[in-house]
């Protein structure tokens, strides 16, 4: 990719749902990218109007006009839909085009495939916590796609939340069980507490609540001190104390293992889905 200074890029965006959406909103709040350069390529005709009123971008139905004139194509479809996208906007690919997709489970040697005289190809896995600017993003860089390619799929990604680069393509396969189910897991942990404290008492409001600043403030307070996760625990686990009753307890209750167990097997499901 001819070096160009990012305010010069076209990102073409191939779909526009709600993590298009999410990406979009993104890179125009942090000021990574102006409405003008931004396309968006949806068959949708509310969600065309939506997006182009909401965001001032240029949304089109026919995604070849958009792809043949961006520097950036971000596939923003579903896993099953992927396919005839690509057989339609492959062709269209120059060998400087960068390909990202945020397609679970679609490889890069799957998109290569398809993609033309396209060789620089990178694969995201967002996580749902995109839709505030929270996501954990994981990113696999296809071989030799370049410095410049890596520092603008970074950027795209990082205006949405935290952003990790895997080496192993494989690997994505756990950041899909780890990061991409996490929100979930973290759900369940917050409507176990909440009822718990529903149980011994309180509202379900002021339990909901109590619940949700506990997750959000410890959240907080480990990126602030930017200390291992035990040595935080051991922080607040007096000996003798309230929070070393309910860790034995927990303990007892095998939850480790099976925070292990949950992220093994969404693991080996994304593996299953993989093509």
Same mark, same amino acid.
């Given at each position: 990719?001819?070096?160009?200074?990012?305010?010069?890029?076209?990102?073409? /965006?191939?779909?526009?749902?709600?993590?298009?959406?999410?990406?979009?909103?993104?890179?125009?709040?942090?000021?990574?990218?102006?409405?003008?350069?931004?396309?968006?390529?949806?068959?949708?005709?509310? @969600?065309?109007?939506?997006?182009?009123?909401?965001?001032?971008?240029?949304?089109?139905?026919?995604?070849?006009?958009? $792809?043949?004139?961006?520097?950036?194509?971000?596939?923003?479809?579903?896993?099953? #839909?992927? *396919?005839?996208?690509?057989?339609?906007?492959?062709?269209?690919?120059?060998?400087?085009?960068?390909?990202?997709?945020?397609?679970?489970?679609?490889?890069?040697?799957?998109?290569?495939?398809?993609?033309?005289?396209?060789?620089?190809?990178?694969?995201?896995?967002?996580?749902?916590?995109?839709?505030?600017? =929270?996501?954990?993003?994981?990113?696999?860089?296809?071989?030799?796609?370049?410095?410049? *390619?890596?520092?603008?799929?970074?950027?795209? /990604?990082?205006?949405?939340? #935290?952003?990790?680069?895997?080496?192993?393509?494989?690997?994505?396969?756990?950041?899909?069980?780890?990061?991409?189910?996490?929100?979930?897991? $973290?759900?369940? /942990?917050?409507?176990?507490?909440?009822?718990?404290?529903?149980?011994?008492?309180?509202?379900?409001?002021?339990?909901? @609540?109590?619940?949700?600043?506990?997750?959000?403030?410890?959240?907080?307070?480990?990126? #602030?001190?930017?200390?291992?996760?035990?040595?935080?625990?051991?922080?607040?686990?007096?000996?003798?104390?309230?929070?070393?009753?309910?860790?034995?307890?927990?303990?007892?209750?095998?939850?480790?293992?099976? /925070?292990?167990?949950?992220? =093994?097997?969404?693991?080996?499901?994304?593996? #299953?889905?993989?093509?």
């Amino acid at each position: 990719m001819a070096k160009k200074k990012n305010g010069s890029l076209r990102l073409a /965006f191939i779909g526009g749902g709600k993590m298009a959406e999410a990406l979009v909103r993104g890179l125009l709040d942090s000021g990574a990218y102006k409405r003008g350069q931004i396309d968006i390529g949806e068959p949708d005709g509310r @969600r065309r109007a939506a997006l182009r009123k909401t965001y001032g971008v240029r949304v089109n139905k026919a995604n070849v006009p958009l $792809v043949s004139s961006a520097d950036v194509c971000l596939l923003a479809v579903k896993p099953q #839909e992927i *396919a005839p996208v690509l057989e339609e906007i492959g062709p269209h690919f120059s060998a400087d085009t960068l390909v990202i997709s945020v397609a679970a489970g679609i490889t890069t040697s799957w998109i290569r495939e398809r993609s033309g005289k396209a060789r620089k190809i990178v694969r995201a896995m967002p996580n749902a916590a995109a839709l505030v600017g =929270e996501s954990a993003t994981g990113l696999y860089f296809r071989p030799r796609i370049g410095e410049e *390619a890596k520092r603008i799929a970074l950027k795209i /990604f990082d205006s949405v939340g #935290e952003t990790v680069v895997v080496g192993k393509e494989d690997h994505l396969n756990i950041v899909t069980g780890l990061s991409g189910s996490g929100p979930a897991y $973290v759900f369940l /942990f917050l409507e176990a507490l909440t009822d718990a404290g529903v149980y011994l008492g309180l509202s379900r409001d002021v339990a909901a @609540r109590l619940a949700l600043q506990t997750v959000r403030g410890s959240s907080g307070m480990a990126a #602030e001190l930017d200390k291992p996760f035990a040595l935080l625990r051991e922080i607040i686990s007096s000996p003798g104390g309230t929070t070393v009753a309910g860790l034995k307890v927990l303990e007892e209750g095998a939850v480790r293992a099976a /925070f292990t167990k949950a992220v =093994e097997m969404a693991t080996r499901r994304s593996e #299953e889905l993989s093509l």
